[in-house]
């Protein structure tokens, strides 16, 4: 098993429990390790057969936009899905932090993996 990794993703989003957060966008930063097998992709030097990193990162950037939650765990949980069902991703790691929402910590967030990591070959 190989992973595409895109790291320190920041997206704009609606996200937070307190009235006043509900009237403005945060910045969220993102990790993520998706799963896949990228041995076709690198013998035919072919983007078409792995895991199109620039648009996972977009398709992300617009799910923030299109979407407010209240919790950062229901933002993951969501994209998470979203991810897996729409890129055929069997198995990912996914790191929210939401910065300066703790005045004393650097950031504060989630670490979810969801699906069935494939076994080495």
Do not use: C, N
């Amino acid at each position: 098993m190989d992973l595409v990794l895109i790291e320190s993703l920041g997206v704009d989003t609606v996200i937070g429990v307190y009235d006043w957060e509900r009237t403005i966008t945060q910045r969220l930063v993102l990790d993520l390790e998706l799963a896949t097998d990228i041995r076709p992709a690198a013998a035919d030097d072919d983007i078409a057969q792995t895991l199109d990193y620039a648009a996972i990162s977009k398709r992300v950037k617009a799910f923030a936009a299109d979407h407010d939650f209240a919790l950062v765990e229901t933002f993951a949980e969501r994209l998470a899905a979203m991810l897996r069902e729409e890129f055929s991703i069997p198995w990912l790691r996914l790191s929210v932090r939401k910065p300066g929402a703790v005045p004393t910590a650097g950031a504060v967030g989630v670490r979810i993996e969801r699906g069935t990591r494939p076994e080495e070959a």
